[in-house]
């Protein structure tokens, strides 16, 4: 069965200082991650997403993600937070083929707070 | 010009009524879902469809129908309206062939459910 956990609930940073969100995940199959942030009020956009290709991801923002087989980990970085990265983020597990098990879990989403 | 419209974007109803929340789609995409956010709680699928002629029930479907009436429609419908039922009501779409099943999202619609 697949399952995916967002470690924190809610991360605060300060301007300029890393991020680090964390995700782990669990699939009986060779899943697609992804990570897709909501901003206040708003609908869901694509950040970044691993689809057995290089292990560390590049998406949009200056996120990037590194897919650990070995950790079931797929946690979201970045160098450097700006204020507008304030918002709340989602890692998401998928293994939508046309059999009955297929299966899309998202995760219970992670706040990110930035101080000034 | 959105690519994933939803219909209403709020709405307030009573208990017992029967609700539908529409979604259309530009991208030309075969796949379709919907799901609830409650907070804490993620998004959670309701039902999800291949193609207009394949329907699957997702993670909590009990309570909810859905209808695909053409490959850029899916209607979600609530036949009595229960008060655990007040969320956030996302559509998205995919295409297996591109992507692999990226999901773009509606942007939402808010069910207030008294």
């Known amino acids: 069965a697949q399952s995916v956990t967002q470690l924190d609930s809610h991360v605060s940073v300060s301007e300029g200082t890393p991020v680090l969100l964390r995700c782990n995940y669990s699939s009986s199959y060779s899943p697609s991650l992804f990570w897709y942030v909501q901003h206040p009020n708003k609908g869901l956009q694509l950040l970044l997403k691993y689809t057995s290709a290089a292990t560390l991801v590049k998406g949009i923002n200056g996120f990037e993600a590194e897919f650990k087989k070995s950790e079931t980990s797929f946690h979201l970085t970045k160098p450097s937070a700006h204020m507008s990265d304030a918002a709340e983020y989602f890692c998401?597990?998928?293994?939508?083929?046309?059999?009955?098990?297929?299966?899309?879990?998202f995760g219970s989403g992670t706040r990110l707070s930035i101080r000034p | 010009d959105a690519d994933v419209t939803q219909t209403p974007r709020n709405r307030i109803t009573k208990t017992g009524k029967r609700i539908m929340l529409e979604c259309s789609q530009t991208?030309?995409?075969?796949?379709m879902y919907w799901y609830r956010q409650d907070p804490g709680l993620g998004l959670r699928l309701i039902y999800y469809?291949?193609?207009?002629?394949?329907?699957n029930k997702g993670e909590i479907s009990d309570g909810y129908s859905v209808s695909r009436q053409a490959q850029a429609k899916f209607s979600l419908s609530l036949e009595s309206a229960i008060p655990n039922q007040t969320a956030l009501y996302f559509c998205?779409?995919?295409?297996?062939?591109?992507?692999?099943?990226?999901?773009?999202f509606g942007p939402g619609t808010r069910l207030t459910v008294l």
């Open positions: 998205a779409t995919s295409d297996p062939l591109r992507g692999r099943d990226t999901q773009y």
């Open positions: 991208k030309g995409h075969d796949r």
């Open positions: 469809s291949f193609d207009v002629k394949d329907i």
């Open positions: 998401v597990v998928s293994d939508l083929g046309r059999s009955s098990a297929s299966k899309i879990i």
